[in-house]
């Protein structure tokens, strides 16, 4: 889109935290009259041991609410939502109602965008944040110049106007930011995996879920090239309509084509050329969705021109992303283990399968349409005990008491207690709760952080 044609039009953002606010402030640049609305108070919209946004806005002139939104949210001809803002929320059908223009904040950045800037866009159920973080890892260390941003915590808004021709835009993007994407087109699109989530916000609808994953490649075409999860038969199905170059990799059969393993080796092969990558098991991140993200982003940096050498050296020395099966200590012999972004079920299957050792798992938080009978088996052999939390305590109480015992806790700090009483020398102790934080804490973050400073206190 030509930015210029915002010059003088009526733009509402959705949402005043970190990227609504950089959206708002890019806006403004292209001339538009920008209007901000939250339904949120700002003690809300404050990070954890961070600043608040708002004197952003006040410092360029643009006018807010907050704690709700009036009227004056309509009184424009374009509405931007920002991340958190799901497409079922009632400003959006009230927009979409009054025949209003919805776009998200990442398909407005991508307007200012330079053509020549490669992006590279990631979304998935699971995995997402470790590929994107990796690919950026891998970009850095074969010094190529990129920024990371999107779904990740710092905003595409934020970085655009600082991208120089040259250099790579790597995003995460999740299922709301593509709802309302009309012409975001990555160079590089990736879906790690379509398995079943926010089913609270999509009428409990795979089919519905799966579409909104699959806009990421709707623009892709000719030279474009879409890397997928051959192994998960959502994303493999939703793939079959693309109209671009695609890449499977998968670690359960060999491919013509695409990443694979092979006699304990991840290997690639591109163009009929084989490339033997490193052995797995010198791979740093353990666990096999783990190997899944070691493999879409070796051929993200393979398409990119980063060398075998140089990826090699960054799968071995990658250590992962902070509230992804992070290691926290050890006392008494249990090993404590903060996964606290493990926000589905399918997140905790993975966590679960990342351990030898028996573990006790603390599993709960605002539920989002949970069917915890697809790790019922995982749980019956490799969990001592579960401690549940949050909201869906009960729920989680109800599916899992017949096959282990289950604790209950009212807060945090009593399930740390619980999880350590219950432990045992060479367990583990995993907070990967399935379910969204937003019960008992602002983000999944918050929630991580907490864990870990009540287990360095134990």
């Known amino acids: 889109m ?6 003088n039009e009526r733009v509402s953002v959705i949402g005043a935290a970190r990227s ?23 003690e809300k919209l404050v990070p954890k041991g961070g600043k608040s946004p708002l004197p952003l806005l006040a410092q360029a002139g643009i006018p807010y609410e907050l704690g709700g939104h009036t ?32 776009v998200s904040e990442v398909e407005v950045a991508s307007w200012f965008c330079p053509d020549s800037v490669g992006i590279v866009a990631i979304t998935g159920s699971n995995g997402k944040t470790t590929t994107t973080t990796l690919v950026g890892r891998i970009l850095g260390d074969a010094k190529k110049k990129h920024a990371v941003a999107g779904n990740i915590g ?4 934020s970085v655009v106007l600082d991208l120089a021709s040259s250099d790579i835009a790597v995003l995460e993007v999740s299922s709301f930011q593509l709802d309302h994407c009309e012409t975001f087109r990555p160079k590089i699109a990736i879906i790690m995996n379509i398995t079943q989530n926010h089913m609270d916000r999509y009428d409990n609808s795979m089919e519905l879920y799966a579409a909104s994953k699959a806009r990421i490649f709707m623009n892709q075409s000719g030279n474009d090239a879409l890397i997928y999860d051959a192994d998960d038969t959502w994303t493999s199905k939703a793939v079959s309509t693309a109209r671009c170059r695609t890449i499977p990799f998968s670690i359960q059969r060999i491919l013509e084509e695409g990443a694979f393993v092979e006699n304990g080796m991840l290997v ?3 163009n009929g050329k084989r490339s033997d990558i490193i052995k797995t098991d010198q791979i740093s991140i353990r666990g096999p969705h783990n190997l899944y993200n070691a493999m879409a982003a070796t051929l993200t940096g393979q398409l990119l021109g980063v060398g075998t050498a140089s990826i ?11 509230h992804r099966q992070e290691f926290v200590r050890e006392v008494n012999g249990v090993r404590y283990y903060n996964d606290s972004k493990a926000t589905s079920v399918e997140a905790v299957r993975y966590a679960l399968q990342a351990f030898e050792q028996p573990i006790v798992l603390m599993l709960g938080g605002r539920d989002k349409g949970n069917d915890y009978s697809r790790i019922v088996d995982l749980v019956r052999n490799n969990v001592r005990g579960i401690i549940a939390i949050g ?28 999880a350590q009483s219950t432990a045992q020398p060479g367990d583990v102790v995993l907070l990967s709760p399935a379910c969204a934080s937003f019960d008992w804490f602002e983000d999944y973050e918050q929630r991580g952080m907490v864990f870990k400073e009540l287990v360095k206190h134990l």
């Open 2 to 7: 030509d930015v210029s044609r915002l010059r």
């Open 20 to 42: 609504g606010v950089a959206v708002a402030r890019l806006l403004q640049t292209s001339g538009a009259r920008v209007f901000v609305s939250d339904r949120d108070p700002e």
């Open 71 to 102: 009227d004056r949210v309509y009184d424009c001809s374009l509405m931007v939502i920002s991340p958190g803002v799901p497409s079922n929320a009632p400003v959006v059908r009230e927009a979409q109602t009054r025949a209003l223009k919805v």
């Open 154 to 157: 710092t905003a595409f808004s």
């Open 268 to 270: 690639t092969v591109s």
């Open 312 to 322: 090699r050296a960054t799968l071995k020395n990658f250590k992962g992303v902070e």
């Open 391 to 418: 909201e869906s305590a009960e729920k989680v109480e109800k599916a899992f008491s017949s096959y282990i015992t289950v604790k209950r806790a009212n807060a945090m700090d009593e399930a740390v207690l619980l």
